[in-house]
């Protein structure tokens, strides 16, 4: 069984930070690739950032400079600090893992992430 449990969602003023964490039941080492998404209200979820187990991260524009992924394969769980938040980063952010052979794709439930002002 895989499992995806995201935390460190809440409600902050524009400017301020956040990490999220993202634990996995299994290793995450044994994952092609993992990384976060964002889905905000009316609007289709899109990457946030994403770790190739062999490459370098990868952002999306709309936060390169101001988010950051990493992880630490030790404690099964993916960062992602987010710092200088905006408002338009206001959505629900999921965590997710594919498998090696890019057959399956494991989701969180997602955590709420709110920026005011």
């Known amino acids: 069984q895989v499992h995806l449990v995201e935390s460190g969602g809440g409600l902050v003023q524009s400017g301020g930070s956040l990490r999220l964490s993202c634990t996995a039941s299994?290793?995450?080492?044994?994952?092609?690739?993992v990384g976060w998404y964002r889905q905000a209200p009316g609007k289709q979820r899109e990457s946030v950032a994403t770790?190739?187990?062999?490459?370098?991260?990868n952002y999306a524009d709309s936060v390169k400079g101001r988010f950051t992924i990493s992880r630490d394969n030790a404690k099964n769980t993916v960062y992602l600090q987010m710092n200088s938040l905006k408002p338009e980063d206001t959505a629900v952010y999921y965590c997710?893992?594919?498998?090696?052979?890019?057959?399956?794709?494991?989701w969180g439930p997602g955590t709420q992430v709110t920026v005011s002002s």
């Open positions: 770790i190739p187990h062999t490459g370098i991260e």
């Open positions: 299994v290793p995450i080492v044994s994952f092609n690739t």
């Open positions: 997710k893992a594919d498998s090696p052979t890019l057959q399956f794709a494991y």
